[in-house]
C-alpha cells in the first residue's frame, strides 16, 4: 500500500533562512504526489504538485519540491523564508489509476522566527 | 464564488446523538470527499463520491453515512456519535478529471466534539 512520511512534526527557521521539509513516500508504481498547504483555521490549499512530468516541481508563494525516485523523496524547499510562511504542510500521494483519493502525511508545522 | 461551504463550523454533541454535517459546493465537481484531521495523523479520508448517486469508503468509513443525490452536496451523517469522532471535519471537491491529479479543493473544517 502506498504512504508518506513526513519527518519532523515541528521545524522552525529564521525569517529569510531556508526552509527544508522533508517527505519520503512509498508505493509501488509511479505516484502522484503534491504538497498542501493550511493557514490556522483554514482548509488546504494545493502548493504544488508532480505528475510524472519534470521531476523539479515549481509551486505557489516560491515554494519547488523535487522528485528524487532514488531516495523515494519529495522534499519541499524555498530559499528564503518569509513570516507569512507559518503554516502546517502537508505531503500525500496518489496512485496514478485511483479515482482521486489523497493519502496524507502527518504534517509538519513550520515556524518561522523574526 | 463560495467555493466549499461546510456547517456548522463547531458543534458538540453528546454520546450517542446523531448529526450531519453538510457541505455544499458551486464550481459544478463532480468529486466530493470528507476527511477527518486528528492531531499527528495528518488528514484521513473517511467516504468520497464521484458523482451524484456514487458514493465509496475511504480509509475510515466506520460511524459514517454519506449520500449524493445532487451534485453539490455532500451531507456526512453520525448515526451515533462516539468521544472518538471528535475531530476537524474537511469537506474537498474537484472536476472529475482533476480529481485524478490530486487538485482538491477544501471548506474550511467543521470542529466536532463529542462528550
Known amino acids: 500500500a502506498q504512504s508518506v512520511t513526513q519527518l519532523g512534526s515541528h521545524v522552525s527557521v529564521s525569517e529569510g533562512a531556508l526552509v527544508l521539509l522533508r517527505c519520503n513516500y512509498s508505493?509501488?508504481?509511479?505516484?502522484?504526489l503534491f504538497w498542501y498547504v493550511q493557514y490556522p483555521n483554514q482548509g488546504l490549499q494545493l502548493l504544488l504538485k508532480?505528475?510524472?512530468?519534470?521531476?523539479l516541481v515549481k509551486g505557489i508563494n516560491g515554494f519547488e519540491a523535487e522528485f528524487k525516485k532514488s531516495e523515494t523523496s519529495f522534499h519541499l524547499t524555498k530559499p528564503s523564508a518569509h513570516m507569512s510562511d507559518a503554516a502546517e504542510y502537508f505531503c500525500?500521494?496518489?496512485?496514478?489509476?485511483?479515482?482521486?483519493?489523497?493519502?496524507f502525511g502527518q504534517g509538519t508545522t513550520l515556524q518561522v522566527k523574526p | 464564488n463560495a467555493g466549499v461551504t461546510q456547517t456548522p463550523k463547531f458543534q458538540v454533541l453528546k454520546t450517542g446523538q446523531s448529526m450531519t454535517l453538510q457541505c455544499a459546493q458551486d464550481?459544478?465537481?463532480?468529486?466530493m470527499s470528507w476527511y477527518r484531521q486528528d492531531p499527528g495523523m495528518g488528514l484521513r479520508l473517511i467516504h468520497y463520491?464521484?458523482?451524484?448517486?456514487?458514493?465509496d469508503q475511504g480509509e475510515v468509513p466506520n460511524g459514517y453515512n454519506v449520500s449524493r443525490s445532487t451534485t453539490e452536496d455532500f451531507p456526512l451523517r453520525l448515526l451515533s456519535a462516539a468521544p472518538s469522532q471528535t475531530s476537524v471535519y474537511f469537506c474537498?471537491?474537484?472536476?472529475?478529471?482533476?480529481?485524478?491529479?490530486?487538485?482538491?479543493?477544501f471548506g474550511e473544517g467543521s470542529r466536532l466534539t463529542v462528550l
Open positions: 508532480y505528475t510524472s512530468a519534470a521531476t
Open positions: 508505493s509501488s508504481v509511479p505516484p502522484y
Open positions: 464550481m459544478n465537481h463532480e468529486y
Open positions: 463520491s464521484v458523482g451524484a448517486g456514487i458514493t
Open positions: 474537498a471537491s474537484s472536476q472529475s478529471g482533476r480529481a485524478k491529479t490530486g487538485e482538491l479543493f
Open positions: 500525500a500521494v496518489m496512485l496514478s489509476s485511483n479515482t482521486g483519493k489523497l493519502i
